[in-house]
């Protein structure tokens, strides 16, 4: 199968692709650095593009062939008492980068989607 991980280069997705990897799926995965492209190519994964470039990235998923869409995304700081300050940030990235990422899903045939929730309330709203 192959699995288009959106948030490959984030907390849960570096963890993710080794296991993927592990169960034999191919996996390609988004990030908006070129520094952490070059770590998602060295940890086994083909890198793509920004969710917010929303014609590159419905290219890219068909391209790579995407069967699962998976959704890691987030854009949240690392020290916690910097998660206010993030919320406007993040809300871009849950409302505008999953409607990018289901639209490019729903072009390359893609039918199925796996998200990430919370389980806990975001400070300051969102």
């Known amino acids: 199968m192959r699995i288009f991980l959106a948030g490959a280069s984030g907390v849960i997705g570096v963890r993710l692709i080794p296991l993927l990897l592990a169960a034999g ?22 890198p793509v593009c920004d969710v917010y470039d929303a014609d590159a990235l ?37 409302r505008e980068g999953t409607r990018n990422l289901i639209a490019a899903m729903e072009a390359a045939g893609a039918d199925r989607l796996l998200a990430q929730s919370i389980a806990w309330r975001p400070p300051a709203g969102g």
Not at 25 to 43: C, F, I, P, Q, W
Not at 73 to 93: E, G, K, V
């Open 25 to 46: 799926y191919e996996v390609a995965g988004m990030t908006r650095s070129s520094d952490k492209a070059r770590m998602l190519r060295e940890l086994g994964a083909v």
């Open 58 to 94: 419905t290219q890219e998923v068909t391209a790579f062939g995407t069967e699962l869409m998976m959704h890691q995304l987030t854009d949240l700081p690392d020290a916690r008492d910097q998660i206010s300050d993030y919320r406007d940030r993040n809300n871009r990235m849950r």
